[in-house]
């Protein structure tokens, strides 16, 4: 009965500017995945297959898209009587009103929320991470190492490791020094950005480094590194498997790209750990008598009357006669008009390349569209 | 806030289709993919506006419960109105069921009884279409009709053997009656076995109908006293596909592969609801051939699939040909297996290199969970 | 996410206490001033962290979707898990209803294989208590049962004249047993009447039942096997009260007027949870007394109410006493009317000035919807 | 079918500082009412009574204990698939973070949401009033009368006039003139707060206002003038019934004390139009052998072990032995010690007056309790 004094905190508030303009009006979470998902899916769907059913999301940035995205948490199950899904933006008090300051001031502002629940452990999640994970492990192994602090982390290759932020570990496991981008690593196990506190302690963490001026509020750069130098327990808890930030175009194109090895690790045809999404209520894809589609991943309410290769559709997205569209992503309802040519590009939502237009090279990926609503 | 209440009768005679019924109501024959028959007659009612639905049903209740569980999906689990299935009474001192749907209306009559709206629209679950039913509401209120009989008016008719047999109406000396299509005319209005009826002549029809202990079918009883009320026809303008036979569920099915009918079909008056299932797309491999074909998510297609429908997680190896069929979900067609003219049920396996061929006139329907090695 | 599947079992005889269950199961009867019993059963499984409940019913149906209906107020409303209602099936070529709750077992037994967890909580509905099914399920698991039977130890239960006739557990020769009390012995192991047992012997005895079609219901073909497996029991601490009777359902209902005990069943391992109706706060009028009463809300109280239970939307009149009494809901009590030892169903209504005396050892029971006038 | 063509638009985001420490920890429309409700459940079991699907609530105070009652909607049969109920907080966008600064304001930061519903009419509501009211009546005057804007107005004693917003009409409800607080009224038609626009007329004027730097973001101070002197048709709707708004210590136990009159205009026992709000799961209320109630109103939960008189007993309230409560308000769960007496006052929830005390006058009302978080 552990996993039901857990409760999860989302952290979902921030742009990803980096990802230019899928994210100029929804926040990153809520930008398309995969041909059907949104990127916050992948933390959802894994709270809900851990059966821990009390998730707080925290919001800032343009939020509408998510808000509609994630209702009253139907797809999740999570639209409970008690605990269920609960979106936790800013808000004033008689103090006047406050934003998001960081991501540790972000749960700090939401210890009322928290309380609420009275949970023996809080599970800190990023919303903008693509990945499957049953936390019941984590908090498993949380439990049974009595750590204070349980941070997972994922092997990275040497050479990349200066790029993450690093934890370095004894051999059982144990932290005993956090690195944030070393130049030259001790280690290549880097955090994942997900944690398993004992809330009692965090608590009292984020109290002190709210009233501490020279504390950015960031859990990485400094809820973690004192509750370290105070000398508690703090885990490494490994995970292999899948698991992409995608903070950047690029990245975002190539997990794409990652969906069409049939054997890729993310294994979404996995009925043991399904990930949920809000039904759209469109019916199956059409491939007309000319249509063509090659190595390509295709969502429910598509057309396909071109020729599609290598490339991901997303629901009712529409390619017209003519048209050809490679190692490419359309995004929901987006139309590639008459005898139009894409290469490499994503072509963001509800946008309509016009007839005959050839966008796209094979040097760098092209983003189709002024901006992305990102609403259904 | 519809002034209509939606009532949808699945105590009807089913057995005309028995191949793909036999563990399952009429009701929640799979169709276009991805849907159950009665996901269409319920999301039109939802597209219009009505709130409040009463489901009469006779047997075979677990497929039905399967797949309408608390109503979520059609925005149907409501406190005040919403869903409400219609159960027969067993009790402990009677053992028998009786024939026919007119012992579970019986049963429920306090329910009936207790309905909220004015007018009931009465329909059945096998006409498929996309139907706003507020102008036929409207006209049925602005024409003072105590029930008004929805129609399709049908044109050389003479020539669809796919029609005989069924419901159609007529009108002499100014009264109406609804009859059996014996093909001998070629203009005749089609009954679609839906009605609207003031909320008070139903009540009274049924409670006719149990007093007198004659008529065992809803159907037969509103037939047998048309001529005591004020009845009129309303004509849907709309395309209506019929689904009584293996026939007309199989030529329906195809029917859906016209880009212009599916417009119509998913989209004209609202989206057609059904229970998530949550499948990934669909991956196509690199040596894959499809045309002219639905595919729903979640299926594999490394083979041919032609003038086809394929539900949800079906995979289709490498080599397989698929011309011609309907293949239900979590079907495996190994490679160079061969299905034309086939209706494929759920959780079949069709062994590598199997060939099945049925014919247009009379698909082959291979049965659920069957294993063809 | 517990690993115990809860089967609530409402298919046992129940006409013991036929006045309060002519059109409900005995699950529905209200009980307490706002619940009704199956309540109690439900959010102590829901408390004790069960998600995924079957509820085996027989017959008369309408109460309880009445009462259940998509299952929110229990947070039993799920995609997965949640409430599962298993009907008895109707194929149309059988008419005839077998006697027993195995005939509902056997339909469903495409459910029951499905079951997710390791282990199944089998139950009634009208055991009240307010139980952490936890405790049990922990012992179940350390001893490596195949069945454990749940008990409550009686001390002077030669006295207690209310348990005569209920089953007790007894180990002979290393083997456990389950008779009936016959009030032979002072000091014992009452059944009542919940199980858990390992999913697999449950199908296995729910399959060997059916297969030997020798017994109706499923508690005897459960005893009838005790001595093929491991066994034991389970003492549960906190108190019961079992409703067989009219006479055990008024103690029960007087009993919960002590606040301790009430303080017990609301509170003790998380709340009882039932439909929510929505009524206001209860007014109380200037001339009104109310003494050791229970009254639940949208009541007016005018009058005296003295060692009663009122339901919800009571209205008691000027000058009228009710002691001793237990008021379901809706009813009225008009100006000077007098009861004593009643049990007064629903939509009652006693007109003014009348006196209704019952006993001790025998309330009244008026039915519901009578008019006293 | 006018009706699935309007969105509601709860304004819910004030702190209401005149009930001092009943809304220092929690929003007005989070405050108990009537023994079981919070006021916001009057504002909305209207638009659910008058099936009005699509309610959007503006929060920007303190609103946890709001979010918690509303959760996904179920109470008010508004846990809906499209529409239902949706909590609309401030957000940040690529131009920064904006506090509502008004109630303009707030609508016009959520055009986007009410765009995606495409509605006809948009119906503003005031989230802190008690009154029933059936809103399908005044919408179908709207739409009968061609106006552009309907007001709702009810009419007050003239010499109270002048503290209100006040409409000056024609013969045939045309609005004329808004004074606001007026010194001479020439009318007794105060304005309730409800209004009914025409959607494209309000996005129109709402962005206007937006950009004009003068404007203090208010409907009545701003819109409504403005709309006036362009020349746009407003009707005044006359609202006959109990209406209040409880902004003050006094005016909320007034309302309270209004209850008690069992023919009182709010007729909270009609089936017909039931005020709906979150079921708490408490037993029925109990007196004891030695308890009391004298004209009151008990809600479930209570326990009377002492004297009750002219009270109000939210949930779970109790008096012990021996105790006097005349002419209060316990809140819920509030606690009156053994022997102590209660004169005149309101006891915030959960607090709990110790034995013996002796507290409140006939002269005001008194305030028990630090403050009230409100979160059950």
């Given at each position: 009965m552990?996993?039901?004094?857990?409760?999860?905190?989302?952290?979902?508030?921030?742009?990803?500017?980096?990802?230019?303009?899928?994210?100029?009006?929804?926040?990153?979470?809520?930008?398309?995945?995969?041909?059907?998902?949104?990127i916050?899916?992948?933390?959802?769907?894994?709270?809900?297959?851990?059966?821990?059913?009390?998730?707080?999301?925290?919001?800032?940035?343009?939020?509408?898209?998510?808000?509609?995205?994630?209702?009253?948490?139907?797809?999740?199950?999570?639209?409970?009587?008690?605990g269920?899904?609960?979106?936790?933006?800013?808000?004033?008090?008689?103090?006047?009103?406050?934003?998001?300051?960081?991501?540790?001031?972000?749960?700090?502002?939401?210890?009322?929320?928290?309380?609420?629940?009275?949970?023996?452990?809080v599970?800190?999640?990023?919303g903008?991470?693509?990945?499957?994970?049953?936390?019941?492990?984590?908090?498993?192994?949380?439990?049974?190492?009595?750590?204070?602090?349980?941070?997972s982390?994922?092997?990275?290759?040497?050479?990349?490791?200066?790029?993450?932020?690093?934890?370095?570990?004894?051999?059982?496991?144990?932290?005993?020094?956090?690195?944030?981008?070393?130049?030259?690593?001790?280690?290549?196990?880097?955090?994942?950005?997900?944690?398993?506190?004992?809330?009692?302690?965090?608590?009292?963490y984020?109290?002190?480094?709210?009233?501490?001026?020279?504390?950015?509020?960031?859990?990485?750069?400094?809820?973690?590194?004192?509750?370290?130098?105070d000398g508690?327990?703090?885990?490494?808890?490994?995970?292999?498997?899948?698991?992409?930030?995608?903070?950047?175009?690029?990245?975002?194109?190539?997990?794409?790209?990652?969906?069409?090895?049939?054997n890729?690790?993310?294994?979404?045809?996995?009925?043991?750990?399904?990930?949920?999404?809000?039904?759209?209520?469109?019916?199956?894809?059409?491939?007309?008598?000319?249509?063509?589609?090659?190595?390509?991943?295709?969502?429910?309410?598509?057309?396909?009357?071109?020729?599609?290769?290598?490339?991901?559709?997303?629901?009712?997205?529409?390619?017209?006669?003519?048209?050809?569209?490679?190692?490419?992503?359309?995004l929901?309802?987006?139309?590639?008009?008459?005898?139009?040519?894409?290469?490499?590009?994503?072509?963001?939502?509800?946008?309509?390349?016009?007839?005959?237009?050839?966008?796209?090279?094979?040097?760098?990926?092209?983003?189709?569209g002024?901006?992305?609503?990102?609403?259904? | 806030?519809?002034?209509?209440?939606?009532?949808?009768?699945?105590g009807?005679?089913?057995?005309?289709?028995?191949?793909?019924?036999?563990?399952?109501?009429?009701?929640?024959?799979?169709?276009?993919?991805?849907?159950?028959?009665?996901?269409?007659?319920?999301?039109?009612?939802?597209?219009?506006?009505?709130?409040?639905?009463?489901?009469?049903?006779?047997?075979?209740?677990?497929?039905?419960n399967?797949?309408?569980?608390?109503?979520?999906?059609?925005?149907?689990?409501?406190?005040?109105?919403?869903?409400?299935?219609?159960?027969?009474?067993?009790?402990?001192?009677?053992?028998?069921?009786?024939?026919?749907?007119?012992?579970?209306?019986?049963?429920?009559?306090?329910?009936?009884?207790?309905?909220?709206?004015?007018?009931?629209?009465?329909?059945?679950?096998?006409?498929?279409?996309?139907?706003?039913?507020?102008?036929?509401?409207?006209?049925?209120i602005?024409?003072g009709?105590?029930?008004?009989?929805?129609?399709?008016?049908?044109?050389?008719?003479?020539?669809?053997?796919?029609?005989?047999?069924?419901?159609?109406?007529?009108?002499?000396?100014?009264s109406?009656?609804?009859?059996?299509?014996?093909?001998?005319?070629?203009?005749?209005?089609?009954?679609?076995?839906?009605?609207?009826?003031?909320?008070?002549?139903?009540?009274?029809?049924?409670?006719e109908?149990?007093?007198e202990?004659?008529?065992?079918?809803?159907?037969?009883?509103?037939?047998?006293?048309?001529?005591?009320?004020?009845?009129?026809t309303?004509?849907?303008?709309?395309d209506?596909?019929?689904?009584?036979?293996?026939q007309q569920?199989?030529?329906?099915?195809?029917?859906?592969?016209?880009?212009?009918?599916?417009?119509?079909?998913?989209y004209?008056?609202?989206?057609?609801?059904?229970?998530?299932?949550?499948?990934?797309?669909?991956?196509?491999?690199?040596?894959?051939?499809?045309?002219?074909?639905?595919i729903?998510?979640?299926?594999v297609?490394e083979?041919?699939?032609e003038?086809?429908?394929?539900?949800?997680?079906?995979?289709?190896?490498?080599?397989?040909?698929?011309?011609?069929?309907i293949?239900?979900?979590?079907t495996?067609?190994?490679?160079?297996?061969?299905?034309?003219?086939?209706?494929?049920?759920?959780?079949?396996?069709?062994?590598?290199?199997?060939?099945?061929?049925?014919?247009?006139?009379?698909?082959y329907?291979?049965?659920?969970?069957?294993?063809?090695?």
């Amino acid at each position: 009965m552990i996993y039901s004094k857990v409760v999860a905190m989302i952290l979902a508030g921030g742009q990803g500017s980096r990802l230019k303009n899928l994210t100029k009006k929804t926040a990153k979470p809520a930008v398309h995945f995969g041909g059907k998902y949104r990127i916050i899916d992948f933390t959802l769907s894994n709270c809900a297959n851990s059966g821990i059913y009390s998730v707080g999301i925290l919001t800032q940035y343009q939020p509408l898209a998510l808000n509609t995205h994630i209702g009253t948490g139907v797809p999740w199950d999570l639209d409970r009587r008690s605990g269920g899904v609960e979106i936790l933006p800013p808000y004033m008090s008689t103090e006047g009103g406050r934003w998001y300051a960081g991501t540790a001031n972000a749960i700090y502002e939401n210890i009322d929320f928290i309380d609420l629940h009275d949970p023996e452990y809080v599970l800190i999640l990023s919303g903008d991470h693509i990945y499957k994970m049953d936390y019941r492990k984590m908090i498993s192994f949380h439990h049974e190492t009595k750590a204070d602090v349980t941070v997972s982390v994922i092997e990275v290759p040497w050479e990349e490791a200066s790029r993450f932020g690093i934890l370095n570990t004894k051999d059982d496991n144990v932290i005993y020094e956090f690195d944030e981008k070393p130049a030259e690593p001790k280690n290549n196990l880097a955090s994942m950005g997900i944690y398993v506190f004992n809330w009692k302690l965090l608590r009292r963490y984020l109290r002190e480094d709210h009233k501490n001026k020279d504390s950015s509020h960031d859990f990485g750069a400094d809820i973690i590194p004192t509750i370290l130098s105070d000398g508690h327990r703090m885990m490494a808890y490994r995970f292999s498997g899948y698991w992409k930030d995608v903070g950047t175009v690029e990245s975002y194109w190539e997990a794409h790209m990652d969906l069409l090895d049939p054997n890729n690790e993310l294994r979404l045809y996995d009925e043991e750990w399904k990930i949920y999404t809000k039904n759209l209520d469109v019916p199956p894809h059409y491939i007309s008598y000319d249509g063509n589609v090659e190595n390509s991943l295709l969502n429910e309410g598509c057309e396909v009357y071109g020729l599609v290769k290598n490339s991901i559709l997303s629901t009712s997205s529409v390619v017209e006669e003519g048209a050809v569209v490679e190692d490419s992503i359309l995004l929901p309802y987006a139309t590639v008009g008459k005898g139009a040519v894409l290469k490499k590009s994503i072509v963001l939502s509800r946008h309509k390349v016009a007839e005959g237009e050839v966008l796209g090279s094979e040097d760098e990926i092209t983003l189709v569209g002024a901006y992305d609503m990102g609403i259904l | 806030m519809s002034n209509l209440q939606g009532i949808i009768n699945l105590g009807e005679r089913e057995d005309y289709i028995r191949e793909l019924t036999m563990n399952r109501p009429l009701a929640t024959v799979p169709f276009a993919g991805r849907y159950r028959l009665i996901d269409f007659t319920l999301s039109n009612m939802v597209n219009s506006g009505i709130d409040s639905i009463s489901l009469i049903v006779k047997n075979k209740f677990h497929s039905l419960n399967d797949h309408i569980g608390p109503g979520k999906d059609w925005d149907l689990d409501r406190k005040t109105g919403g869903l409400r299935i219609l159960y027969p009474d067993m009790q402990p001192d009677s053992n028998l069921i009786s024939i026919g749907d007119i012992p579970v209306v019986r049963s429920n009559l306090s329910h009936f009884a207790s309905i909220k709206k004015d007018h009931i629209l009465l329909t059945r679950s096998n006409y498929i279409g996309n139907i706003d039913f507020v102008p036929a509401l409207d006209a049925h209120i602005k024409e003072g009709n105590d029930i008004t009989i929805l129609t399709r008016h049908i044109q050389q008719g003479r020539v669809r053997v796919d029609l005989l047999g069924m419901d159609i109406v007529q009108k002499r000396n100014g009264s109406y009656s609804i009859g059996r299509n014996l093909g001998n005319q070629n203009n005749f209005d089609l009954s679609i076995e839906m009605y609207i009826m003031k909320k008070s002549v139903f009540l009274r029809i049924v409670h006719e109908t149990i007093e007198e202990g004659v008529e065992a079918f809803l159907k037969k009883a509103i037939i047998a006293r048309l001529s005591d009320y004020k009845v009129n026809t309303y004509t849907i303008s709309v395309d209506i596909l019929p689904i009584h036979s293996i026939q007309q569920y199989y030529n329906a099915s195809l029917t859906i592969l016209d880009p212009e009918y599916a417009q119509y079909l998913f989209y004209n008056n609202g989206k057609i609801y059904t229970k998530a299932k949550d499948a990934p797309s669909t991956l196509y491999s690199s040596g894959s051939d499809v045309n002219h074909s639905l595919i729903a998510n979640g299926c594999v297609i490394e083979g041919t699939v032609e003038n086809s429908i394929i539900f949800r997680d079906v995979h289709i190896g490498r080599g397989a040909v698929v011309r011609n069929s309907i293949v239900f979900q979590d079907t495996q067609i190994s490679s160079r297996a061969n299905l034309n003219y086939c209706i494929v049920d759920k959780f079949v396996h069709i062994g590598s290199g199997k060939v099945l061929m049925g014919d247009g006139g009379l698909p082959y329907v291979i049965s659920k969970g069957a294993s063809i090695r």
